[in-house]
Structure formats: structure tokens, C-alpha cells
């Protein structure tokens, strides 16, 4: 089922299929949702790109929780970057691009430092 539209800036999309579920499509959007709802932390997983054949590792995903809601950004690769957060990749010895998981934490921490959070990588929580 398709993810409906909810909000005229195309940047907020809800999964019909969990009302739980809130997808932002807008790294700034995401960036004001964290100052608004005040979390105390969000996750965060690098994902294989699906559309790679070398499945490598450069794909973000931010989830914050808030009042029964997962808020949840996806950033995907643009040449040597994210195409949202603007997060570098970085070759690997066989010269396919992965993000780097310390950098992506330090990233975070620095963009979102005035909203006082922690961040966790999904893997390591």
C-alpha cells in the first residue's frame, strides 16, 4: 500500500499500514521535527543500498520515537555523498563507497547538539 501524503510539503509521508509510522522525506523538516517533539535520542542503522549490486553500506536511516511514533528519515547515496544530510562516503579497498559509522555518529552529535540527544547506532544499542 502506498505511504499517504499528510502534510502539503511533500516532505511527510504516514504508512497506511501503521499509523505508527511517519516517514520525512526533507533533511531540514527532519532537523525542525528533532527541535519540536525534544526527543532524548535517536537511532540510527546503515543499510545496504538495495539498488547496488554491491549492496554496500550507504544508506541512512534516523529513527526518532516520540508519543507512540516512529518519525523516520532515509538518506541515500548522490555520488560521494548523502543527497540529504550531506554525510561523506568513503571508498573501501575494492573501491565501493560505505559510510563510516564513528563518522556518521560524530555527524549527528554535532548537528543536533543544541537539542541535547543522544545518539545510538542501532546495532550497538
Same mark, same amino acid.
Given at each position: 500500500?502506498?505511504?499517504?501524503? +499528510?502534510?502539503?510539503?511533500?516532505? #511527510? /509521508? $504516514? ?5 505508527? &509510522?511517519?516517514?520525512?522525506?526533507? /533533511?531540514?523538516? @527532519?532537523?525542525?521535527? $528533532?527541535?519540536?517533539? %525534544?526527543?532524548?535520542?535517536? +537511532? ?17 536511516? #534516523?529513527?526518532?520515537?516520540?508519543? %507512540?511514533?516512529?518519525? #523516520?528519515?532515509?538518506? @541515500? ?12 562516503? &568513503?571508498?573501501?579497498?575494492?573501491? #565501493? ?6 563518522? $556518521? %555518529?560524530?555527524?549527528?552529535?554535532? +548537528? @543536533? ?6 545518539? @545510538?547506532?542501532? /546495532?550497538?544499542?
Amino acid at each position: 500500500m502506498p505511504a499517504a501524503k +499528510v502534510n502539503p510539503s511533500d516532505s #511527510i /509521508w $504516514v504508512d497506511q499500514m501503521s499509523d505508527g &509510522h511517519i516517514r520525512i522525506r526533507d /533533511w531540514e523538516e @527532519f532537523k525542525r521535527i $528533532v527541535t519540536e517533539k %525534544k526527543p532524548k535520542s535517536l +537511532v540510527y542503522i546503515l543499510e545496504q543500498n538495495a539498488l547496488s549490486p554491491n549492496k554496500e553500506l550507504s544508506t541512512l536511516r #534516523i529513527i526518532l520515537m516520540h508519543d %507512540k511514533r516512529y518519525y #523516520i528519515f532515509l538518506d @541515500f547515496p548522490k555520488g560521494e555523498l548523502l543527497r540529504e544530510s550531506k554525510i561523506p562516503l &568513503h571508498k573501501d579497498k575494492n573501491g #565501493i563507497y560505505n559510510l563510516d559509522e564513528d563518522e $556518521v %555518529k560524530e555527524i549527528l552529535q554535532k +548537528v @543536533f547538539e543544541k537539542d541535547n540527544l543522544e545518539i @545510538f547506532s542501532f /546495532w550497538t544499542t
